[in-house]
């Protein structure tokens, strides 16, 4: 990064970044112009997308990504928490290798399906029988629908700024799964038990992350998650943990960490061993209506629910490489990370501020900690964006939002590197941090 930025204002710096940017990525941004005859925006995956235009990857290796200019950069995005292994971890690879000799789309039950949906049950408290789906956003699906149909409900709940899949961002799109719901605010414990009590009878479920993950990796405080706990049971709703993202917090998910079992959880991500992945499980009562033998039984469909890649690189990382001991060491590397960078912003007296728990965090504007999704996304997102552009020039990836994720191929040498980037950022762009202090974008 160079030193000799203006720095004028916020709007000035971010331009130069990405003048920056563009300069150093040509071929990135050929593939781009390419990829719009075909794709809209040149994009498949909304998120993905960013200003100028994204990065496209030719490579990974480890927690190393090769972009299609030649630059090598340090995975700190770590596909949303889904790439937990890395880009090549052995284990997983020699997995893929061994179910590609014995064969896909085998049309049947295979051999390593119920292995793999019984280190699940083994590891997460709160599910006793699990079922898989290709993504999260399926998961979530199902579990909701489940929740319906099990309750004879219609109405879900869910916290204002979730997010929980393509089409599970609620008020945020005009391409919601058309769910009868109601929204409440994340954190609040008295309104939402309220507001549960005043459901009553009409509410089938709660949807929520125990740490809102999308919205900035904000935890869920204990007397918020219990007091969902409490109404809900008090009303007959079922309690939904979406962990898609959070269940690789510790040794037997967030749920477990933090002692409340909620009804329902749904899985994805790095669980599927960096393949296409969800699942959803729980209460035996609940998954026991999926039994294909009963007369009665719930239909759950899903051609590679079952495919043997998955379920092959699932088993492997789940049973030999992300051990319970290497969730701890994982997570508590993360938190040590988190707390050296709000070291640095401290020191600074800069108004900055880095959440999260374990292996993800996520960088604000703004000294204190946001405690809701619409409260972080409220704060000054051109501040992160410069972040995200001037992380990318000192060859670390991040996602856009300000979000940074652990693999398990780092170590200290990746660590150091964020930590010594990211210091360089709070020095280079000090004037225009002070000058976004506290406000709103
Ligand atoms: C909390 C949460 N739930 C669900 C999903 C959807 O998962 P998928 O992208 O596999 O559909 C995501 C994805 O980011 C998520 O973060």
Same mark, same amino acid.
């Given at each position: 990064?160079?030193? +000799?930025? $203006? %720095?004028?204002?916020?709007? *000035? =710096?971010?331009?130069?970044?990405?003048? &920056?940017?563009?300069?150093?990525?040509? !071929?990135?941004?050929?593939?781009?112009?390419?990829?719009?005859?075909?794709?809209?925006?040149?994009?498949?995956?909304?998120?993905?997308?960013?200003?100028?235009?994204?990065?496209?990857?030719?490579?990974?290796?480890?927690?190393?990504?090769?972009?299609?200019?030649?630059?090598?950069?340090?995975?700190?995005?770590?596909?949303?928490?889904?790439?937990?292994?890395?880009?090549?971890?052995?284990?997983?690879?020699?997995?893929?290798?061994?179910?590609?000799?014995?064969?896909?789309?085998?049309?049947?039950?295979?051999?390593?399906?119920?292995?793999?949906?019984?280190?699940?049950?083994?590891?997460?408290?709160?599910?006793?029988?699990?079922?898989?789906?290709?993504?999260? +956003?399926? $998961? %979530?699906?199902?579990?909701? *629908? =489940?929740?319906?149909?099990?309750?004879? &409900?219609?109405?879900?709940?869910?916290? !204002?700024?979730?997010?929980?899949?393509?089409?599970?961002?609620?008020?945020?799109?005009?391409?919601?799964?058309?769910?009868?719901?109601?929204?409440?605010?994340?954190?609040?414990?008295?309104?939402?038990?309220?507001?549960?009590?005043?459901?009553?009878?009409?509410?089938?479920?709660?949807?929520?992350?125990?740490?809102?993950?999308?919205?900035?990796?904000?935890?869920?405080?204990?007397?918020?998650?219990?007091?969902?706990?409490?109404?809900?049971?008090?009303?007959?709703?079922?309690?939904?943990?979406?962990?898609?993202?959070?269940?690789?917090?510790?040794?037997?998910?967030?749920?477990?960490?933090?002692?409340?079992?909620?009804?329902?959880?749904?899985?994805?991500?790095?669980?599927?061993?960096?393949?296409?992945?969800? =699942?959803?499980?729980?209460?035996?009562?609940?998954?026991?209506?999926?039994?294909?033998?009963?007369?009665?039984?719930?239909?759950?469909?899903?051609?590679?629910?079952?495919?043997?890649?998955?379920?092959?690189?699932?088993?492997?990382?789940?049973?030999?490489?992300?051990?319970?001991?290497?969730?701890?060491?994982?997570?508590?590397?993360?938190?040590?990370?988190?707390?050296?960078?709000?070291?640095?912003?401290?020191?600074?007296?800069?108004?900055?501020?880095?959440?999260?728990?374990?292996?993800?965090?996520?960088?604000?504007?703004?000294?204190?900690?946001?405690?809701?999704?619409?409260?972080?996304?409220?704060?000054?997102?051109?501040?992160?964006?410069?972040?995200?552009?001037?992380?990318?020039?000192?060859?670390?990836?991040?996602?856009?939002?300000?979000?940074?994720?652990?693999?398990?191929?780092?170590? =200290?040498?990746?660590?150091?590197?964020?930590?010594?980037?990211?210091?360089?950022?709070?020095?280079?762009?000090?004037?225009?941090?002070?000058?976004?202090?506290?406000?709103?974008?």
């Amino acid at each position: 990064m160079t030193t +000799t930025l $203006a %720095n004028i204002d916020l709007e *000035t =710096a971010y331009a130069e970044a990405a003048e &920056r940017f563009v300069a150093a990525n040509p !071929k990135s941004a050929a593939i781009q112009d390419q990829a719009l005859a075909a794709m809209p925006g040149g994009n498949t995956r909304t998120v993905l997308h960013y200003d100028p235009f994204p990065l496209r990857f030719a490579r990974g290796e480890g927690c190393r990504l090769w972009d299609a200019d030649g630059h090598e950069l340090v995975d700190f995005l770590g596909e949303y928490t889904a790439g937990l292994y890395g880009h090549s971890e052995p284990v997983i690879r020699d997995a893929i290798k061994q179910a590609a000799d014995d064969g896909w789309v085998l049309g049947g039950p295979n051999l390593l399906e119920a292995r793999l949906a019984q280190a699940v049950v083994d590891r997460f408290p709160a599910v006793e029988r699990v079922r898989f789906t290709n993504s999260g +956003t399926e $998961a %979530n699906l199902m579990a909701l *629908t =489940a929740a319906r149909a099990f309750t004879g &409900r219609d109405r879900i709940m869910v916290f !204002k700024g979730a997010y929980h899949g393509g089409v599970l961002y609620f008020a945020g799109s005009p391409l919601n799964a058309p769910f009868d719901y109601v929204m409440a605010d994340y954190n609040d414990a008295e309104g939402t038990a309220a507001l549960i009590r005043a459901q009553g009878d009409r509410l089938a479920a709660v949807l929520v992350e125990p740490m809102s993950g999308s919205g900035g990796c904000i935890s869920g405080t204990d007397a918020f998650l219990g007091a969902l706990r409490e109404a809900t049971a008090e009303t007959g709703a079922l309690l939904i943990f979406d962990e898609v993202m959070t269940s690789r917090l510790s040794a037997e998910g967030l749920h477990g960490l933090l002692g409340i079992t909620p009804d329902l959880i749904t899985l994805g991500k790095y669980l599927g061993g960096g393949l296409s992945f969800g =699942a959803f499980g729980g209460r035996q009562d609940i998954l026991a209506r999926f039994d294909p033998r009963r007369a009665d039984a719930w239909p759950h469909a899903g051609t590679f629910n079952n495919n043997v890649f998955t379920m092959a690189a699932g088993l492997a990382g789940l049973t030999h490489v992300y051990t319970p001991d290497r969730a701890v060491m994982l997570n508590a590397a993360g938190d040590s990370l988190r707390g050296r960078l709000n070291d640095a912003i401290i020191r600074r007296g800069l108004p900055m501020v880095v959440t999260g728990r374990g292996s993800m965090m996520a960088v604000h504007a703004g000294s204190a900690p946001p405690t809701s999704a619409p409260e972080a996304s409220a704060r000054n997102r051109r501040l992160i964006d410069l972040l995200h552009l001037d992380l990318i020039a000192a060859g670390i990836y991040t996602a856009r939002r300000g979000m940074v994720v652990l693999s398990l191929p780092m170590g =200290a040498a990746e660590f150091d590197r964020l930590a010594a980037a990211f210091e360089e950022f709070l020095d280079v762009r000090r004037s225009v941090i002070l000058a976004a202090g506290e406000g709103v974008s």
